[in-house]
């Protein structure tokens, strides 16, 4: 043991620790890992790592050769019934159907899909067509899946999930997000203390029959959890300190050791958000001296530790969390933990914690609407946040309260970089099959929003009702927050077709904005909404400072595409002609110039663009915002034959993702695929 405590305290190894995982890091990093299946393959089987029911969607994630994330289309409600019946933890299963390549974002500063499969080896998705359960695990495995699905069956399951077993697949996360409280629900060492306490409380003293007993209790818990990263690091952290008496380990060291650890089994681990804020969080609180009277100061250091961590993946955080946290945190310590196991087993307690969980919801409601504390931080380089965390470690170790100025200072010079541009920037986002257009003008001056994008919805069952998806809306306030947009003094809906105005509300229940304008038709649906939602934003005429906007709208039309507001705009010498969905009908009547970038009517529908229009125009580039697969064919053969023949160069958004456009000193258009 001697020996050992030498090694483990000595900086030379450190030193090699530490270079090692570089390399380790360097070497996962800078491979490129590809997949074994062949992209023709249809019939796949393995057993099944994750499940999850989403209304009549069924993803999971199977292993055999490797990992691969299934879809399938559930037909009918007694097949769900059936396969929530049979489907469990390590079930073998068979599959057939094709396989896609997961997508990546096609809106800037978005979730990429695709590297999150990748960072836990995933290359491929299967759309399934056809899935058959092969035979049933072994009785560890049966013996979790009825743990699960009877968690499942229970009111309120959604907490259930989340409090005993870590999964928080069926919360609602935004909220939680947004109050900077999240971190509450992820399986941690409280969980872990609070289990072994009472299993201690049984024990009458403690032997290593006892300590063994609990050794398995806690790898029992943990192969229950998933072996998640912040749950390994619990599990680790408990191993290293069982011999610590000996070693005689910092706080520090035992936990870089565990970081070590986790990141030479894998390395992109540190990709994770659940092990960022664990560990990130876990090294700044060894700093501290915790006192009875030093909770606020706690909590304070855990948000400047973790605010990096919200900033870089979600552009926003929440000074308010400071204070939620010190009442939640024991709230859910003492009482909603505890009483969550404690109904697990006794029946007559549930109505009680349904109770709770109740006033536990309406508080968080309550939080979410104190939106004065959430800051938008911008996307910066990684170099700032460097930055910040240096200063943050000399204030723990120093406690001068000059550094934690120069932080607060430091934020604030993140939030301004944005509006030290000078360029004249245009985003033709990519919403699939509808259209959204903004324009930020130099030193971000002004911002205009030319539609929202939106998708039909179908009436559905109850069974089949999706619940806690994720919008394009949520990732369009996501992509303006990445701007360091907080308002958009312009809001343009060229006429009330959902493809054109569907995402509105709730772009204008999460972002400022100051003036709304419609076309002049009979309102639709989308139109009735807003007017009567904002009634004093409506504005009859478009105002700009920093654009000029011509508007050859022809209000007598009655049909609500040849409506549509149809506007030329102009920035720094370069004119944008936005044609919505209007008709050729209209194109004829109207007496456009000549436009530098113009941007397809109808999503290149071929009642659209026709060739003498196209050829008056003559534009040096044509957009064409359009879906991916869409059911009506567009682009059509006519328009981009005409496109072709007029010798104009065209992007489409479903080929080529978002597509930008930077005038400064001269333009320039770039395209996030």
């Given at each position: 043991m001697k020996n050992w405590q030498v090694i483990l305290q000595s900086n030379l190894f450190l030193v090699l620790i530490i270079c090692l995982l570089i390399l380790r890091?360097?070497?996962a990093f800078n491979s490129n890992n590809k997949s074994i299946?062949?992209?023709?393959?249809?019939?796949?089987?393995?057993?099944?790592?994750?499940?999850?029911?989403n209304g009549d969607n069924l993803t999971l994630t199977i292993k055999k050769k490797e990992k691969l994330v299934v879809y399938y289309k559930i037909k009918s409600e007694k097949e769900k019934e059936e396969l929530e019946e049979k489907i469990g933890y390590k079930t073998y299963i068979k599959i057939m159907g094709n396989l896609k390549l997961p997508k990546e974002n096609t809106i800037p500063n978005t979730f990429n899909y695709k590297k999150y499969l990748y960072?836990?080896?995933?290359?491929?998705?299967?759309?399934?067509?056809?899935?058959?359960?092969?035979?049933?695990?072994?009785?560890?495995?049966?013996?979790?899946?009825?743990?699960?699905?009877?968690?499942?069956?229970?009111?309120?399951?959604?907490?259930?999930?989340?409090?005993?077993?870590?999964?928080?697949?069926?919360?609602?996360?935004?909220?939680?997000?947004?109050?900077?409280?999240?971190?509450?629900?992820?399986v941690s060492g409280m969980h872990f203390s609070f289990l072994v306490v009472i299993l201690k409380k049984c024990f009458k003293k403690n032997n290593w029959i006892h300590q063994s007993i609990l050794i398995l209790f806690q790898l029992f818990y943990a192969f229950l959890c998933n072996f998640t990263p912040s749950v390994l690091r619990v599990l680790i952290l408990y191993f290293i300190k069982l011999p610590n008496t000996y070693w005689k380990l910092s706080n520090k060291k035992m936990l870089f050791f565990c970081f070590s650890?986790?990141?030479?089994?894998?390395?992109?681990?540190?990709?994770?958000?659940?092990?960022q804020y664990s560990f990130m969080i876990s090294f700044c609180l060894s700093f501290l001296t915790i006192e009875k009277n030093k909770i606020l100061k706690t909590s304070f250091i855990a948000f400047l530790c973790s605010l990096p961590i919200s900033a870089i993946h979600f552009f926003e955080i929440n000074i308010l969390s400071i204070f939620f946290n010190i009442l939640l945190i024991p709230a859910v310590t003492f009482i909603i933990y505890p009483i969550t196991f404690l109904s697990l087993i006794f029946p007559l307690v549930r109505p009680i914690y349904e109770s709770i969980i109740t006033i536990f919801e309406q508080i968080n409601n309550c939080f979410v609407l104190f939106s004065f504390g959430r800051i938008i931080i911008p996307k910066v380089s990684l170099i700032f946040w460097i930055i910040y965390y240096?200063?943050?470690?000399?204030?723990?170790?120093?406690?001068?309260?000059?550094?934690?100025?120069?932080?607060?200072?430091?934020?604030?010079?993140?939030?301004?970089?944005?509006?030290?541009d000078s360029a004249s920037t245009v985003y033709f986002l990519d919403v699939g099959q509808g259209d959204a257009t903004l324009f930020i003008s130099p030193y971000q001056k002004e911002i205009m929003l030319i539609d929202t994008g939106g998708i039909h919805t179908f009436q559905k069952e109850d069974w089949q009702k999706k619940k806690n998806t994720s919008t394009k809306s949520t990732e369009l306030v996501t992509f303006f927050h990445s701007l360091g947009l907080t308002k958009i003094h312009n809001l343009i809906i060229s006429h009330g077709d959902i493809d054109h105005g569907g995402n509105a509300k709730d772009i204008l229940a999460s972002i400022k904005v100051d003036n709304i304008c419609l076309n002049q038709n009979e309102d639709t649906f989308i139109e009735k909404e807003i007017r009567k939602m904002y009634p004093e934003k409506i504005k009859e005429n478009i105002e700009s400072r920093e654009y000029q906007i011509?508007?050859?709208?022809?209000?007598?039309?009655?049909?609500?595409?040849?409506?549509?507001?149809?506007?030329r705009i102009k920035t720094k010498g370069v004119s944008f002609l936005m044609m919505a969905d209007a008709s050729k009908k209209v194109e004829e009547k109207i007496n456009v110039e000549k436009s530098d970038i113009l941007k397809i009517g109808h999503?290149?529908?071929?009642?659209?663009?026709?060739?003498?229009?196209?050829?008056?125009?003559?534009?040096?580039?044509?957009?064409?915002?359009?879906?991916?697969?869409?059911?009506?064919?567009?682009?059509?053969?006519?328009?981009?034959?005409?496109?072709?023949?007029?010798?104009?160069?065209?992007?489409?958004?479903?080929k080529s993702g978002t597509i930008i456009v930077k005038i400064k000193k001269e333009l320039q258009i770039l395209t996030v695929l």
């Open positions: 890091l360097g070497l299946y062949q992209n023709n393959e249809t019939n796949f089987e393995g057993e099944i790592l994750s499940y999850k029911f960072y836990q080896h995933i290359y491929y998705t299967c759309e399934a067509n056809n899935i058959e359960i092969k035979k049933n695990p072994s009785f560890l495995y049966q013996l979790k899946n009825k743990m699960v699905k009877k968690l499942k069956k229970m009111n309120k399951k959604e907490y259930f999930l989340a409090f005993l077993i870590g999964d928080t697949s069926y919360l609602d996360t935004e909220i939680l997000r947004k109050n900077g409280i999240s971190h509450l629900f992820a650890i986790l990141l030479m089994y894998n390395p992109f681990f540190i990709m994770n958000i659940g092990f240096g200063l943050l470690f000399l204030f723990l170790q120093k406690e001068r309260k000059r550094y934690l100025l120069f932080l607060i200072v430091f934020i604030f010079i993140m939030k301004l970089i944005p509006k030290i011509k508007n050859y709208s022809q209000k007598e039309e009655k049909d609500e595409n040849d409506a549509s507001l149809i506007l999503h290149g529908s071929n009642t659209s663009s026709s060739y003498s229009f196209l050829k008056k125009v003559n534009p040096k580039y044509a957009i064409i915002s359009v879906g991916e697969n869409n059911k009506y064919n567009h682009p059509s053969k006519e328009t981009i034959n005409s496109l072709n023949n007029l010798n104009i160069h065209y992007f489409e958004t479903r």
